[in-house]
């Protein structure tokens, strides 16, 4: 018999991937302290983290959470359908419903496993979905995972995404697009591809993970900003462990869909609902994103403060108006360099190497907070152009 090892095998792909200085690490974070954290026995502003707003570490979220424990505990005990599903998560539902302006949402434990239950509910073998080159990695897999055609159109390009849809008139599409690309930060032409689906039949799907808290009037999202309505975007999925600092996430639509999910979405029926604590900090989040302009305000004042300052500096930023400010390096080895060099400084900016990104396009995916101060940006800038060099 020559059977392979699996175990080997690994190990032989791991080998590889050091040797091609793709290596992904685990750092332990010793302590927070606002815009930094400890590594290594050093104070480092971070810069890669989702918490946009700066909410994460907010009194009204802490106070939020420990009045919910005490009244709950800590875990929900239970799957949605069998007795986890408490009053907590149902008066969130029901403020993230009002909040993006659909009839209903429903809670799930992260944003991979929203999307993953939501595309294997829909979509079936003879179904196929289209998707943005560029989508995050849960999207790929949750059409993987549905076992329907998937096709990827170039990014943020309706002519590539309707040339896709046209070779399959017949078939069931789901047409899957970040609102806010991960990696890339720049927003993907929501309202062209509301007019494709519409034009084609085809339901279009929206994970606005980067633009929730973040984009629109009260930070409604990328969505409400390009002013679409629940009949453009039928499904719109967010997270709640980004802009709102907390964790998991929800899809929202209208009840038929909801109700239709709470039957068939396998990531809501077989795992533990969140920890209803984490449902009560997430209700406070939304009221601190929405009304609480002034962290928008800032944080458009500090994206415009750097990008203004990486132009004169000559720095390669990425054509992007959000928090996510990705600086092209390409390849791997320079861009841990470049990092490595950022950490001797005293800034956090992990090298974001392939298969994240693709071939050739490894970064510094920089993003921008609430927390962060002007002169934050200008130590950055100055490091910046300093590891670049
Ligand atoms: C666009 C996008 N969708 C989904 C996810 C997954 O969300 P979660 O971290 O809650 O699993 C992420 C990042 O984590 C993301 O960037």
């Not at 179904?127 to 329907?148: E, F, I, T």
């Not at 519409?198 to 930070?219: C, F, N, P, W, Y």
């Not at 029926?269 to 900090?281: G, K």
């Amino acid at each position: 018999m020559s059977r392979p090892s699996l175990i080997d095998r690994l190990a032989a792909t791991h080998a590889e991937r050091a040797r091609q200085s793709l290596l992904r690490r685990v750092r332990n974070v010793e302590a927070v302290d606002g815009a930094h954290i400890w590594l290594d026995g050093r104070r480092l502003l971070n810069l890669a983290s989702n918490d946009y707003l700066g909410l994460a570490q907010h009194p009204a979220l802490r106070e939020a959470l420990a009045v919910a424990a005490a009244r709950w505990g800590v875990g929900a005990t239970a799957a949605h359908l069998l007795g986890g599903h408490r009053d907590e998560h149902a008066a969130l539902e029901d403020a993230l419903a009002r909040w993006t302006g659909r009839e209903r949402a429903l809670l799930f434990s992260t944003g991979y496993m929203a999307n993953l239950g939501v595309i294997s509910a829909l979509l079936d073998r003879d179904d196929v979905c289209v998707q943005d080159k560029l989508n995050h990695a849960s999207l790929v897999d949750a059409a993987r995972l549905a076992g329907c055609e998937l096709k990827r159109y170039l990014h943020a390009d309706c002519e590539s995404a309707q040339r896709q849809l046209d070779t399959c008139p017949d078939a069931a599409v789901l047409v899957a697009s970040d609102g806010v690309f991960s990696m890339d930060g720049d927003v993907a032409p929501l309202v062209d591809l509301a007019a494709l689906c519409r034009k084609q039949q085809a339901t279009l799907m929206i994970d606005d993970a980067h633009g929730l808290g973040v984009l629109g009037s009260e930070g409604a999202g990328s969505v409400a900003a390009a002013n679409l309505s629940q009949d453009d975007v039928p499904i719109l999925m967010a997270t709640l462990g980004k802009a709102l600092g907390v964790a998991g996430a929800f899809v929202a639509g209208s009840a038929t869909l909801i109700e239709s999910l709470v039957q068939s979405a396998r990531t809501y029926i077989y795992t533990t609902a969140m920890p209803p604590a984490l449902a009560a900090a997430t209700r406070a989040a939304i009221d601190v994103a929405r009304f609480e302009d002034w962290r928008r305000d800032r944080l458009a004042h500090l994206i415009e403060h750097f990008r203004a300052g990486a132009a004169l500096h000559g720095l390669a930023l990425a054509e992007s108006r959000t928090p996510i400010q990705p600086l092209l390096i390409g390849s791997s080895a320079a861009a841990l360099a470049a990092s490595a060099q950022l950490e001797d400084a005293g800034f956090y900016a992990p090298a974001i190497r392939p298969p994240t990104v693709p071939e050739g396009k490894a970064r510094l995916r920089i993003t921008l907070s609430a927390l962060h101060s002007e002169s934050d940006v200008e130590r950055l800038l100055g490091a910046l152009k300093a590891a670049l060099a």
